[in-house]
């Protein structure tokens, strides 16, 4: 049997991956399962930046995959870049195995706001499954509300659902991962909001 | 523009830039590559067609500024993006002077990114369409073929071609129906404003006030019945050709106002006061003889002069008569494709007929005799019965036949009207069998006078 494997990287609230890890097993029909790997974040710190390289920590996180480990998606709470930009929110390995997340700019905090744990939540949600989308092969989907939609800012990924548009969600069933989504989920929120 | 149907190059020394750039681009879905330095950027460029190229001004080697010049060298239309990671003025400049589409300083917010690349897209499909819609044009444009291998014609072409690199007016001269026209358009269609519209108007249509009209336009109300708003064509010719076809024809009144558009490219309309500036090539035609019109005070000698900056002399279907075989051919082909009929050449006779005649209506009584044989032709080959003009001609100039010219030619067209069947000619002829075998053993009609099928 394979997992998904979540990897918290120095974060903080562990709370967030609750919610996300159940959401996650839905999504792609498989099971999730947490583990703690050995990553050095000092090493990718980029001091001029202050910010840490995605892509090294990426390469840390699949360094030595468990045998089950199918995906697996690592989440931080530090500011990630790759060197031409200014910022990601996270990087994948397009058809691969590894994807990280940061949360750094998903909180509102970041942008002067009051906080909002649900909102965070739910970008957490997106940006995790865009990133896993690109492990099972997606390439970003021009559809507005699909989850593989770019988002260059955050108010992009407030647009988009979490959801994959049909074309994006036969993408991943031709994937050769047999164990592809093979639902739409619709999640809570969407209809608490109407 | 799809994504995949995109190809991005990314040109930097920097293996983690390049890296970077690539995931970032592949998981848009674009076709990507990346070279270390310029050398091996420039042999990419060779293999492969790239539609974007990002390049780092600084690598060590062959610089940005450099490697940009090459690769417009090798396609200007490649659209090319500076990255620096140390913005200076200078260099920006410099490569927005030498076609960078933009300039952008490392780190990049990924944004700035989506929306540079988007509009590199944009930019880049709107040049290939561009380029399509130019090609499209261009066969669209291609105007009636001008026929012919005779000297006479091909010096014409010669003409053509030398006066269409130039903006010099030309004067097209020539009889009714030499195909002055048919010139003026493939001097346009050869020319740098063949882009732009040919607009073509016979002055010799319209009265003195209706062709002020058409030409400068006018001003709603400027005349009874001017209701609307007008652009003439003057105006539509902007950046294109004017022809003026039966410009001999024009009024004294016309040929002052023409003559000042011409001297000042600037206009009014008819009731209006706002100076409208044009840009177009004149091209007239005419068959009058305009030398003599001058000598007689109706025709404008400065406005003479302006407008015959350079001429041509079209010559006459007579004065190229090995031409008549190719034009008729070209028109038999058109029109036998257009009205969807199986005719595909002329018979002999009937080739000899077409090229034995004068041709006084020229290119345009040539097109009208084929259009009518293709209309009754039965066969795959136009017959001499098909034909409608009087064969062969018998011009005033080259003097009356004689009788034995007449039984000749007489007896000829009934063998090929009764199809060889010499009882039946006799008989129309109203001589006997033997009479006509001796006859035609006289005229020794040669095989290809009479249709082989029946000799």
């Known amino acids: 049997m394979s997992f998904i494997y979540i990897v918290p990287i120095e974060l903080e609230d562990h709370l967030f991956l609750e919610t996300l890890e159940g959401l996650i097993s839905d999504i792609f029909q498989m099971k999730t399962r947490r583990a703690e790997f050995k990553i050095n974040l000092q090493e990718v710190f980029d001091g001029r930046r202050s910010q840490y390289n995605s892509s090294m920590v990426l390469q840390q996180l699949i360094a030595n995959p468990p045998r089950d480990a199918e995906k697996i998606l690592g989440v931080l709470d530090v500011d990630l870049f790759i060197p031409i930009l200014t910022f990601v929110f996270g990087e994948a390995q397009l058809g691969g195995t590894g994807s990280v997340v940061s949360m750094h700019r998903l909180h509102n905090r970041f942008y ?16 995790s499954v865009h990133e896993l989308g690109h492990t099972f092969g997606l390439i970003h989907c021009s559809h507005p509300g699909c989850v593989m939609n770019s988002s260059t800012y955050v108010e992009n990924i407030d647009q988009k659902s979490s959801e994959f548009c049909p074309l994006c969600l036969k993408g ?23 | 523009m799809k994504p995949e149907e995109i190809g991005i190059l990314i040109v930097d020394d920097e293996a983690s830039v390049r890296d970077s750039l690539y995931q970032w681009f592949k998981a848009d879905g674009y076709r990507v590559d990346t070279a270390d330095e310029g050398t091996r950027a420039l042999k990419k460029l060779q293999e492969n067609a790239w539609d974007i190229v990002l390049l780092d001004i600084k690598m060590p080697g062959m610089d940005g500024i450099e490697l940009q010049k090459r690769i417009k060298g090798i396609d200007n239309n490649i659209v090319t993006i500076i990255m620096t990671a140390y913005a200076s003025v200078d260099t920006a400049i410099q490569g927005l002077k030498d076609g960078a589409f933009d300039y952008i300083t490392k780190p990049i ?46 010096r014409v072409m010669d003409m053509v071609d030398t006066v269409a690199r130039t903006d010099a007016t030309v004067m097209v001269l020539g009889e009714s129906g030499t195909g002055k026209e048919l010139i003026a358009r493939a001097i346009h269609s050869r020319s740098s404003r063949r882009y732009f519209p040919i607009i073509a108007i016979n002055c010799g249509a319209y009265t003195e006030g209706l062709l002020e009209s058409e030409l400068f336009g006018h001003e709603k109300g400027s005349f009874t019945g001017a209701m609307y708003r007008r652009k003439g064509k003057l105006e539509m010719a902007d950046k294109g050709t004017l022809f003026l076809d039966e410009i001999g024809n024009i009024s004294e009144k016309m ?74 051919r070209y028109f038999l082909k058109q029109y036998a494709q257009s009205m969807n009929k199986d005719v595909i050449d002329f018979s002999p006779q009937a080739r000899e007929a077409f090229t034995g005649y004068d041709w006084p209506g020229n290119i345009r009584e040539l097109r009208n005799a084929v259009e009518r044989a293709v209309v009754v032709a039965k066969g795959k080959y136009i017959q001499i019965d098909d034909i409608a003009f009087p064969f062969p001609s018998v011009s005033a100039a080259e003097g009356v036949e004689s009788l034995e010219e007449m039984e000749k030619r007489h007896i000829l067209k009934i063998l090929n009207q009764t199809k060889g069947n010499i009882a039946q000619a006799s008989e129309i002829l109203g001589i006997s069998r033997l009479t006509l075998y001796n006859k035609i053993e006289k005229y020794n009609f040669r095989k290809d006078e009479l249709n082989k099928q029946y000799l």
């Open chain 1, 112 to 127: 002067g706001m009051d906080e909002d744990r649900d909102l965070t939540s739910r970008r957490l949600l997106k940006e």
């Open chain 1, 172 to 194: 991943i069933r031709k994937s050769d991962v047999d164990t592809a989504p093979r639902r739409l989920f619709t999640f809570p929120w969407h209809s608490r909001k109407g």
């Open chain 2, 109 to 154: 917010d990924p944004d700035d990114l989506s929306r540079l690349i988007r509009n590199a897209v944009e930019k880049r499909r709107l040049v290939t369409e561009n380029i399509q819609l130019r090609q499209h044009i261009e066969e669209l444009l291609l105007p009636e073929e001008v026929v012919g291998e005779s000297p006479a014609i091909k």
């Open chain 2, 255 to 328: 040929q002052m106002d023409l003559l000042r558009v011409i001297e000042t490219k600037k206009f009014t309309r008819l009731g209006g006061d706002k100076t409208i500036d044009v840009d177009f090539r004149i091209i007239c035609a005419t068959n009058k003889n305009l030398e003599k019109a001058i000598k007689d005070g109706s025709f404008r000698e400065d406005l003479y002069y302006r407008l015959n900056v350079f001429s041509i002399v079209l010559p006459t279907l007579k004065e190229r008569r090995e031409d008549i075989p190719l034009i008729a």
